[in-house]
């Protein structure tokens, strides 16, 4: 077996190939590189890179898609080729309407509709033409209701939904969602919305934002850029400063510039997945995307016992009939699992299934911040998705509800502009930023996110059991019920039927471990839910929790949340946010892992100057949770499991 490729992934996503950086390279200077290109890494529900686009009439087909064949150059592995306008100097008298930081579908979008309906526009990012890390996966309807049916890979007519059963070589239909899914060809989704805006006179800033000064309600913002990591990219005549009415946060996870009342406590989605090509034929059905495959029988006593308090799902995309993606994903846990961890369980999984693989063609390192607070609404620096808090806090799904987004933002800015233009008065842009984020985040919005946060605490405190009778009960409802919740399209009157209906269907001992899961919540999520405001407060009991602790634990690293983006230039602010720099690697390797045993040392990665990091990333824990993770160490061990009770 072999491996061809690696692939790094941004918190909030999956990525796509990325080159190591040469060894002479320093960690520290890794990062700067790593952090300089991030834009917006949504985190959507992704797949891997596939063949040619599929016809969107394929989603209502009855008969299975085509089997493409894995092709790493579907996608695209070269930077896009589009001659970009550059950026033209600006002033206090000659400002831009919006400048745009990030070159992510979230804000190559906000440049494409804002310049459509006649906005000066201005994009900022270090890399614009450089391709999209992330791979998508969507609901089709999704994606279709927002003119964006060409931009499919690979369509799914259905998905399916496993609770339970035998982990052996055959194939239960389990739930069936008759619901088409679909891969995005992020290639041609870029290449639509960047022709669109150099046509629609949308001017490009290559440079990393250093900063953003608010000047006067009537004199808008200037944002400052450093070209210094860019290189010969960068125009030598580039302005270093952009005038503009407004500003959009687009960084995604990275919040570079929204502001913060409070600290970001996230749960944290993560995923390790490979696309690869196996032996013999998987047995996986061509035209059903495996959604969710929650059994556990495959696993050793010791990951069973891990699964029952920590569980983990398989997540499947079938290419061709060998050719296929498997992802070990853990929903939502505080702190995140680590990556070997996922990395064992996939392997046997795997080999319980009788699924023996050829061929690695890409691994894929997932970390997705789910739930917390909002930004502080609201404030000068506008925001759109991760910045704004977009991830889906129960699911991870994130960039249909960014795209959708975009149109009530800009809409919303583009009527205050014009109607003070119309006036021949200047806008007040702190009044058009507070309408601005009154229609990103309306009430009902507001509401609705704290019910998912609710959910989201809810479901990090449930076992293996109540998960699984959670999703059963969850995915036997009618469509329209979890798929609207699936999309933030059920409104709070539909969240009540929603909490209702589960209630009603659950069994007696899910009703019980549900209440007593979700009591620590409630009074936060009730009165949040009635007032519609930011603060539900993820901590049990509003804080008041006593802590656990153990005597003798270690200490680790980075304990506590995310510091907010504006606590100051200290590296807590940078170093303190796992979802600021890309994951490159964890110390088992899966080539070896699927090829031998677990149980036999093996030399650390050739990455291994990253550990440290990795590692930090990985275990940020708090101090009132009990961990639990598989610790690896490259010097003397392999596979030593520590579980605090």
Known sequence: MSTTTRRVV???????????????????????????????????????????????????????????????????????????????PSSHQNR????????????????????????????????PLSRWRNNYGVWVDEFEDLGLADCFNVVWPKASVIIDGPSDATRPEGIPLARPY????????????????????VVFGVAACAGVDHEGSD??????????????????????EVHSKLVLDATGHARRLVEFEREFNPGYQ???????????????????????????????????????EHPTFLYAMPFSETQIFFEETSLVERPGLEFDDLKVKLRQRLEKLGVRVKRVDEEEYCLIPMGSVLPTLPQRTLGIGGTAGMVHPSTGFMVSKTLLSVR???????????????????????DVARSVWGSVW????????????????????????GTRQFFETFFKMEQDIWGGFLSWRIQPLGLVKLGAVLFAKFSNYMRFNFVWSALPFMASFLKSFAT???????????????????PGAETVPGQGPIPRPDAGSSTAGRDGNPAAAPITSSSLDFESLVGGDVNTPRVASSLRPDREWIEFQQRKAFADQARSYLHWSPYDRVGVVNADP
């Open 532 to 550: 519609a405001d930011n603060a539900f407060d993820s901590n049990k009991w509003g804080g008041l929790a006593l802590k656990r602790t153990k």
């Open 270 to 308: 993560v995923a390790f997945g490979i696309m690869c090509e196996t032996e013999e034929p998987h047995g996986f059905p061509l035209d059903t995307m495996l959604f969710m495959d929650w059994r556990d029988s495959h696993l050793d006593d010791t990951h069973r016992a891990m699964n029952d």
């Open 96 to 127: 831009f309407d919006l400048t745009v930081v990030g070159c992510g579908p979230a804000g190559l979008a906000a440049a494409d509709r804002a310049s459509a309906l006649g906005l000066r526009v201005a994009l900022i990012d270090p890399s």
């Open 408 to 430: 009530s933002l800009v809409d919303t800015l583009s009527k205050e502009l014009k109607d003070a233009e119309k006036a021949g008065v200047e806008a007040n842009v702190d």
């Open 10 to 88: 941004v918190a909030g996503g999956r990525a796509t190939r990325r080159r190591r950086a040469p060894e002479k390279e320093t960690r520290a200077a890794a990062r700067h590189r790593a952090r300089a290109a991030l834009s917006d890494p949504p985190g959507e529900e992704t797949t891997t890179t596939t063949t040619a686009a599929s016809s969107s009439s394929s989603s209502s087909s009855s008969s299975p898609p085509a089997a493409p064949s894995f092709n790493g150059a579907a996608n695209g592995a070269e930077a896009h080729s589009q001659t970009l306008p550059p950026l033209t």
């Open 182 to 201: 679909a891969q995005v060809n992020r290639v041609a989704l870029k290449d639509k919305l960047l022709d669109r805006c150099i046509k629609q006179g």
């Open 442 to 465: 309306p009430e009902d919005e507001l509401r609705m996110r704290t019910f998912m946060c609710f959910g989201m605490e809810t479901l990090m405190e449930l076992d293996i059991k």
């Open 219 to 240: 004199r808008g913002s200037v944002v400052t850029l450093d070209a210094s990591g860019c290189g010969d990219d960068a125009p030598a005549d580039q302005p270093i």
